[in-house]
């Protein structure tokens, strides 16, 4: 099982496997079942040198006759739900024939078969609950996007803060890169790159946030979908939040945001204080657009780009670039050695005291395994994306800290983390080298 979102590679990797191993590889498109039987016969001929077409009478006969003559080498399936939309029995067809071929191993039978798809939400289904599939698969590969590290990498930007801004508009899709703009890089001037690659109506770019809900089968009403993702975008993390930002109940939006997060399109992060869940757009692609955007479409078709985006700055620092940056500081966290510790939890939260209205808001909680009482508290960490850290911060993280304490956890080695995009003063950076539990995390150490 190969799955993963549209322009992440998937295609790439699957015909180089069928390219190595001389395999058999079929991509599958939205039609009916018989017009995609027609198809799936016109290319297993063509695969097996037989002249013409092969006519199959049902999917049955397809699958068992591709099986019975190709099955000892690589047999690719791509664009899967497609086909499964066209005939949902193909999955049991599928396990029926993989059962028997497993049960008559002993002959020296073989099935080598790759289902791959882009539809997230029904390829995690093939595999769950009472599936047809369940328990059959010796590999469920997903195939996630490059991170920040790897992205700044792929598109060859030297300038770690040139680099956290385009993977905020772009994330870490590699045909952003190649096919959507050329492999042109943006240079010194951001500002044109965007005006030209990406708020151009002219550029592929410019619907390709649209046509992320558009591929997703699950997803019916669009507009409701965008409000949900426009919700979130604008910074309304809790499912309260979301509903009361779009004037509905909380449970008319259960749904939408259950497809949401199979389709891989939104995350759920858990609040580990307040024990609640917090939900953030993952395609960052997606919060460009709903951030900037939609509320300017109608001005983006006629060409306004240039007006749009001088307008825009403001905000695509507060609800594009901040959140990514709050969230790649969080995968720094993750990934950080705490003293011989890793975190196994990182989130956002919100520090709770003792006195009325004493809450703050904490950027980054980085909690050790539960593997005693009181839980460690690995570190507690701000980050700015756009402001000069000071003492005043490195004091709310102290305040913070002490709230969590009170909450129960262990904060005798807590490392107070500042993280910044704009840099620390001077007395900052004093403070910390004389305190080794402050660490303060710039851009460059961010790509390290």
């Given at each position: 099982m190969v799955s993963g979102r549209r322009r992440q590679g998937k295609t790439f990797l699957l015909q180089a496997l069928a390219d190595v191993f001389g395999g058999f590889y079929f991509v599958a498109v939205e039609s009916t079942s018989a017009d995609a039987l027609r198809q799936f016969g016109t290319a297993v001929a063509a695969?097996?040198?037989?002249?013409?077409?092969?006519?199959?009478?049902n999917w049955d006969e397809a699958v068992t006759y591709l099986l019975d003559h190709c099955g000892d080498r690589p047999l690719v399936l791509d664009e899967f739900p497609y086909l499964v939309k066209a005939d949902p029995s193909?999955?049991?067809?599928l396990q029926r024939e993989i059962d028997t071929r497993v049960a008559h191993r002993g002959t020296g039978s073989r099935v080598r078969l790759v289902l791959a798809g882009s539809a997230m939400s029904v390829m995690g289904r093939l595999l769950a609950g009472q599936a047809p599939l369940r328990g059959r698969a010796s590999l469920d590969l997903v195939v996630q996007p490059f991170d920040h590290r790897l992205a700044r990498l792929f598109w060859g930007i030297e300038d770690p803060r040139l680099a956290l801004q385009v993977n905020a508009i772009v994330g870490g899709t590699p045909a952003y890169r190649t096919r959507f703009v050329g492999n042109e890089a943006p240079g010194d001037d951001l500002d044109d790159w965007v005006v030209r690659r990406v708020l151009s109506p002219d550029t592929p770019l410019f619907r390709e946030a649209r046509y992320l809900l558009t591929n997703e089968m699950e997803i019916r009403d669009e507009a409701l979908y965008h409000a949900v993702l426009?919700?979130?975008?604008?910074?309304?993390?809790?499912?309260?939040?979301?509903?009361g930002h779009m004037e509905r109940k909380a449970t008319d939006i259960a749904h939408p945001l259950a497809v949401l997060e199979d389709c891989q399109?939104?995350?759920?992060?858990?609040d580990p204080i307040r024990k609640r869940s917090l939900y953030r757009v993952a395609e960052p692609l997606v919060t460009f657009y709903e951030a900037i955007m939609r509320p300017a479409w109608s001005q983006l078709e006629r060409g306004w780009a240039d007006r749009v985006w001088r307008g825009s700055r403001a905000r695509f620092a507060s609800q594009v670039v901040g959140p990514h940056f709050e969230h790649?500081?969080?995968?720094?966290a993750l990934a950080h050695d705490w003293d011989g510790d890793f975190a196994t939890e990182v989130a956002a939260g919100v520090a709770t005291g003792g006195g009325r209205g004493q809450q703050i808001e904490v950027d980054v909680i980085a909690l050790a395994p539960q593997d005693g009482h009181p839980r460690r508290l690995?570190?507690?960490g701000e980050a700015k994306w756009s402001e000069v850290m000071n003492v005043g911060h490195l004091k709310r993280l102290e305040q913070a800290k002490d709230h969590l304490h009170t909450r129960g956890l262990d904060t005798r080695d807590t490392v107070l983390a500042l993280y910044s995009g704009a840099g620390f003063d001077a007395a900052l950076t004093d403070a910390a080298a004389r305190d080794s539990r402050v660490l303060l995390v710039d851009l460059p150490m961010l790509y390290a």
């Open positions: 695969y097996l040198g037989v002249p013409g077409a092969l006519a199959f009478a193909i999955p049991s067809i426009g919700a979130i975008a604008a910074g309304n993390n809790t499912r309260g939040g979301i509903a399109l939104i995350r759920k992060e858990a790649v500081c969080r995968e720094f690995l570190s507690v």
